[in-house]
């Protein structure tokens, strides 16, 4: 099942959250720049570009927040994002 759950509570996050959550957390400590997650999960042949995966970062930090005070996704300055181990 695409869930996420928090504390035993699921997290209602769209399904482009849930595969940016699932691609980060599957490769824990690992920095994925902004172009990078676009490609991954929008495609290559995408029309858009990479600014939207800030808003969904954005969007994910806060729908976790409102079940734990932990930091899941880390913004590596000048990098891009890592999941937290």
Do not use: M
Not at 5 to 14: D, F, Q
Not at 34 to 55: C, F, L, N, P, Q
């Amino acid at each position: 099942a695409r869930t996420v759950t928090v504390a035993g509570e699921p997290v209602a996050l769209s399904k482009r959250e849930f595969d940016i959550v699932e691609l980060l957390s599957q490769n824990p400590g690992q920095v994925f720049d902004k172009e990078r997650i676009y490609e991954r999960i929008w495609g290559y042949d995408s029309e858009g570009d990479s600014s939207v995966v800030a808003e969904h970062i954005r969007r994910i930090r806060s729908k976790l927040a409102a079940y734990t005070d932990r930091i899941y996704i880390e913004t590596v300055w000048g990098c891009g994002y890592k999941w937290v181990k």
